[in-house]
């Protein structure tokens, strides 16, 4: 069972955005920037290119849903988009808020950002949701 597993599965406790009966949204632990959230699917696959074509396409939906709400959520000109997957063997996409290319440099993670302020923007962006 990978981490983002026993997220879902509330094993582990998460900054949740947004939930249906097939992908996860919440807030990266270690954020590129100030609202970086990952959506996964709730099927544990490791390569998201693996996925079927009907889910990924879901997926990307889902995703599109919760960027409108980001967006909405922090100040930032675009949500950036990232599929790295080498860091967790499950399948997950990066929604990084940006203003310009370089936000999305993965080399200058927060390691150790505000739990209240991650709760409370959390709520924000799932407030946000369509």
Known sequence: ???????????????????????????????VNWGHTLVVPKEETDYIFDLSDDTIGEMMQFAKKVAVAIKKAVECRKVGMAVLGLEVPHAHIHLIPISKEGDMDFSHKNADPDPEKMQRLAADIASNLA
């Open 1 to 31: 069972m990978t981490i983002f597993s026993k997220i879902i599965a509330g094993d582990i406790p998460c900054y949740k955005v947004a939930e249906n009966d097939k992908f996860f949204a919440f807030l990266d632990i270690n954020p």
